[in-house]
């Protein structure tokens, strides 16, 4: 089951293609190292297609061809690297929620910098059975949209300075915030 998308409509999704298509000009799109070589390929394409027609959950369905049996191997304190993990079962999902959702913020940012608003607000779009107490924290923050979407621009699949995303299956999300007078 994927994230709730609040503000997830017609103009959200032409800002999100508009931000992937901005990241594969600059060549930074993020291309997950536990996708093989044909979903490296086709990634740019499933991504494109999530944003205009989709969500998450239906990105998940379309990249579990393509990962990898095994995660990259790990690098230990003692200067060895472990031995492969074989691929989490929910590779797929982790990957396709995270990005698909940065994507997403970021559009959401946009909207409400286009709308005349300067903040997003932090929600919980996926129930969690033990949230993180730093996510939980963040749930209801307002949080500036040009400088998250900085951050998400500048950091495209790692953590961000602002936390947000805040890591794997944290379940947050942002939308619009409307002040009140």
């Known amino acids: 089951m994927g994230l709730e998308y609040y503000d997830l409509d ?14 594969i000009a600059a060549g930074s799109l993020y291309i997950s190292e536990n996708l093989n070589v044909q979903g490296a390929q086709v990634y740019p394409q499933l991504i494109r297609d999530a944003a205009s027609q989709g969500e998450d959950a239906s990105l998940a369905a379309r990249l579990a061809q393509f990962l990898n049996s095994h995660e990259k191997p790990r690098k230990l304190k003692s200067g060895l690297f472990s031995k ?3 691929m989490r079962r929910n590779a797929h999902e982790m990957l396709a929620e995270g990005e698909f959702n940065r994507y997403y913020i970021r559009a ?9 608003h300067e903040t997003v607000e932090v929600y919980r779009a996926k129930a969690v059975e ?7 924290a ?7 949209a040009s400088a ?4 998400l621009r500048k950091d495209p699949g790692v953590d961000t300075a602002l936390g947000l995303p805040s890591g794997p299956n944290s379940g947050l999300s942002v939308k619009l915030h409307i002040p009140t007078p």
Not at 108 to 116: F, S, Y
Not at 130 to 136: F, I
Not at 148 to 151: A, H, T
């Open 108 to 116: 959401v940012c946009i909207k409400a910098l286009h709308n005349g």
């Open 84 to 86: 492969p993990p074989i």
């Open 130 to 136: 033990n949230p993180r107490p730093d996510s939980a």
């Open 138 to 144: 963040k749930i209801g923050a307002q949080i500036s």
């Open 148 to 151: 998250l979407l900085e951050d």
């Open 10 to 23: 017609a103009s959200t999704r032409a800002f999100m293609i508009a931000e992937i298509e901005r990241d």
